[in-house]
């Protein structure tokens, strides 16, 4: 396969994979190609992303890497579908990189789960609330840019309704509830939003209120994408520099980890949906 001007986080991903299985066999490049009979600069650049692989050869790979995990091998093998027009696409050269990967994370993930402490869930956001975060970009973004970056966060939520629509579990902190971003009617419809879709059967919505006290991670965004294997989970953190993607085990295990420290201090779901009514009441 010829080598890739750019390649995706998903693309980096599989070779990040492939770069593990190596090394748990402890092989180099070298080694490697010698073995399975594949120049070792080629093994370099799947590894880094660069060249694409099929998913025959990444069989080949983990058979010669003596890896036996035939549901990991079967997700890797996946990662190589063949490159087919998606409709996050239609926002390349548009919206920066990073949008389009979080698109293509959610859109592979088999569930989803995230926490959020002054903004709310952007799956969640109703178009006048995304608007009005979007507006305080900085630097500043055109109208149009604003405009671009909401119909792809909007076109991001299909996700929630699709025909088999993905597991979404957001914990919320009551200070992004109570944030008055756009004013008290945008807010009150933005929670009422939320509060309808925590109905539905895929959607969790839970609420971490101010009495919970001190949390993990509290100066952070955290989603985290689960993978058709525990190995190809991945973790997205949102900064003010942009995302960042994060799939080393032991980071995985650290941001599961608050995770479930945060659910344990926030409100059940029910209790969590009662709560967000009675914000929207006037």
């Known amino acids: 396969m010829p080598p890739r001007s750019t390649a995706t986080v998903r693309q980096q991903r599989l070779g990040a994979e492939l770069r593990k299985l190596r090394e748990r066999a402890g092989l180099n490049s070298r080694e490697a190609g010698q073995k399975l009979g594949v120049n070792p600069a080629r093994i370099s650049n799947i590894e880094a992303g660069r ?3 099929s998913a025959d050869r990444v069989r080949t790979f983990a058979l010669g ?12 093998a996946a990662m190589t579908t063949g490159r087919s027009r998606n409709w996050w696409d239609d926002y390349r050269d548009i919206l920066p990189p990073v949008l389009l990967d979080l698109s293509e994370m959610e859109e592979h993930a088999t569930a989803l789960r995230t926490v959020q402490f002054t903004h709310l869930p952007g799956l969640l956001q109703i178009p006048d609330y995304a608007r009005v975060i979007f507006q305080q970009n900085v630097p500043a973004l ?6 671009h970056r909401l ?5 991001r939520q299909g996700v929630l309704y699709a025909d088999t629509p993905t597991p979404y579990a957001a914990i919320i902190h009551e200070a992004a509830l109570r944030m008055q971003f756009g004013g008290a ?9 939320i509060a309808e879709m925590s109905e539905r059967e895929n959607v969790t919505v839970r609420v971490l209120p101010f009495a919970a006290g001190i949390f993990p991670g509290a100066g952070q965004t955290v989603a985290i994408a689960k ?3 525990p190995e190809l989970d991945t973790v997205q953190l949102d900064t003010e520099h942009g995302s960042e993607f994060l799939y080393a085990e032991a980071q995985l295990m650290k941001y599961r980890t608050i995770m479930s420290r945060l659910e344990s201090q926030s409100l059940d779901a ?3 949906r009662d709560f967000i009514h009675s914000l929207i009441a006037p």
């Open 51 to 53: 060249f694409g692989v």
């Open 65 to 76: 890497y003596d890896c036996a995990d035939e549901p990991y091998i079967d997700a890797l």
């Open 142 to 147: 055109s109208p149009p840019s604003v405009e």
């Open 151 to 155: 119909s792809h966060r909007i076109k």
């Open 185 to 193: 009617e945008i807010m009150r419809r933005q929670l009422a939003h």
């Open 227 to 229: 993978g058709p294997h």
């Open 270 to 272: 029910p209790t969590s």
